[in-house]
């Protein structure tokens, strides 16, 4: 089992930037892909961004990209995302999940979650 915590979700103003963290726990080991997703009221979860595990490749959802950075930590256990240039349209609660293997986009290919964090934008 993994157990992923993320933190650092808040309110901002559009424009601005925050960076969410999750700290990975368990049985983590070399291999895991580590994923972003994302979930506003009244809609589907929907997939952020990706990370392998050496990070070399990253995937993102073009929603996000140009605004969005994933990187990731191994010595810590912990995969970051920086969101910059913030749209209200952001607004949702941030997932983090983890997988083995290559990266995938979907939300039935991830085996473990994390609670959500919140993330609003205000206009």
């Known amino acids: 089992q993994v157990q992923l915590v993320e933190s650092g979700g808040g309110l901002v103003q559009a424009g601005g930037s925050l960076r969410l963290s999750c700290a990975a726990s368990?049985?983590?080991?070399?291999?895991?892909?580590m994923g972003w997703f994302r979930q506003a009221p009244g809609k589907e979860r929907e997939f952020v961004a990706a990370?392998?595990?050496?990070?070399?490749?990253?995937e993102y959802a073009d929603s996000v990209k140009g605004r969005f950075t994933i990187s990731r930590d191994n010595a810590k256990n912990t995969v970051f995302l920086q969101m910059d240039s913030l749209k209200p349209e952001d607004t949702a609660v941030y997932y983090c999940a983890a997988k083995y293997s290559k990266i995938l986009r979907r939300v039935d290919d991830y085996d473990y979650w994390g609670q959500g964090t919140q993330v609003t934008v205000s206009s």
């Open positions: 990370i392998s595990w050496s990070g070399l490749s990253t």
């Open positions: 368990g049985r983590t080991s070399s291999g895991y892909v």
